[in-house]
């Protein structure tokens, strides 16, 4: 029989306000949302964060890029898969599993190119690429239901922010890891045997790492409330609500900026930083590309935020800043293009100690390109997160995202092993880019709301 208020005891009417009282005041939780990002931002520091200082290398590391192309072209084709499968995998398996599984398939990859520096057998690289791109659709499912969600409604730009800043340091560290490993060896083509040990060993932390990530459920905000009230959901449940996505409006209309948004890579790696720099001097670069991620990501987290009043207005904002620092950077890499081609490269490639005032540059370019990167990607996870609250519906979406986005990558990588001249590459990247501005303002403008999102999505499920 329920008891009403006014008949509880003095003693159970305390318990009861015990039990329901916000826990704003404890400065440090574990089941936070602020713990809860900073954590998935260093499994990411560790995973992917260490994968993207490898591919920044360009070639994988190696003197011909042949092997890591196709290997990413394997990474990505896989990814288109399990990138939209992923937030499935997510609803059904939860986030420990679904992300330690993911987590487990970099260390392998990494291992490949050991195994590549001896033997010069692509066969392990591309297969080891291939199951990389079912854990990496696994992992970043996770990551973007947990970004997206987890933090209360008006701060995901800042929590954004947080993990994209946390992750790229993997970046740095990674870059460093080149850098100061092969140092001494500034005429050499392929990095060493203890560069990818070293990568190894930061991806299986990760591995780790993933089982402290907590279940939406058990996470508390300061207010005292949940993040959502997650129930995990059936295969057949997750496969018709992934299928509705690719007739979800919002999501069509997000196509080009996740296609756009890793097509770039293969260019700025391969064809800026592998044919301009020598191999030391590539380390020493990728340390700047991923810390000026870093700023990138704050510098955009706090408009997305704090500029406007209105979450649209900020939305507005957000997308306009990005289209004009684009623009001008895209612009740079256009002049910087007209410098050299694949039948006419430097003679000498840039050293950052030796080559005096030619490298700086290109330097500030390929620094720029990485703080276009951060500035554009979380623009976009502000966007995916401004459309619904629940981590069900985001971390579909998220899914839907990056296998549109990996889609994008696996042509792009096959793009640049066909040897497609580099300015016709630099060319389609900044279009790619430039068509996606305008299609996430009608985005914006139709489905971004300046209340939390409480009403009922094109599938049913509440946002």
Partial sequence: MNVRDDEKTPAETHVGAEKNKPPG?????????????????????????????????????????????????????????FGVLGGAFYNVLGPRLTLAAGCSTYVLYAGSFLYYNHHHHQAFAIVAGALLGCGAGLLWAGEGAVMTSYPPPHRKGTYIALFWSIFNLGGVIGGLIPFILNYHRSSAASVNDSTYIAFMCFMFAGVLLSFGI????????????????????????EAAAVLRLFLDRKMLLIVPAAWASNFFYSYQ????????????????????????????????????????????????????????????IWGGGLANQHGYSLNNLPEKKLDFKDSGVEFAGPFVLYMSYGFLDAMYQSMVYWLIGALADDSQTLSRYSGFYKGVQSAGAAVAWQVDTRKVPLMSQLIVNWSLTSVSYPLLVLLVYLYVKDQ????????GNKV
């Fill in 214 to 237: 907590l279940p939406a459920n058990s996470v508390i905000r300061n207010d005292g409330s949940k993040c959502s009230a997650v129930k995990y959901s059936r295969p057949s449940t």
């Fill in 452 to 459: 939390d999102n409480n009403d009922d999505d094109d599938s």
């Fill in 25 to 81: 005041d404890k400065k440090w939780r574990f089941n936070s949302p602020l713990a809860q990002v900073t954590l998935m931002g260093f499994v990411c520091f560790c995973c992917p964060g260490m994968f993207n200082a490898l591919s920044g290398m360009g070639g994988g590391g190696q003197v011909d890029p042949t092997a890591a192309n196709n290997a990413n072209t394997a990474v990505y084709t896989a990814f288109t898969v």
């Fill in 269 to 328: 790696f391969n064809n800026v930083n592998g044919l301009l720099f020598n191999l030391r001097t590539r380390g020493f670069n990728n340390v700047f590309y991923w810390g000026a991620q870093m700023v990138g990501s704050i510098a955009i987290g706090y408009v997305m935020d704090f500029s406007f009043q209105s979450r649209r207005a900020r939305g507005f904002a957000g997308i306009s800043l990005v289209a004009v620092v684009g623009t001008a």
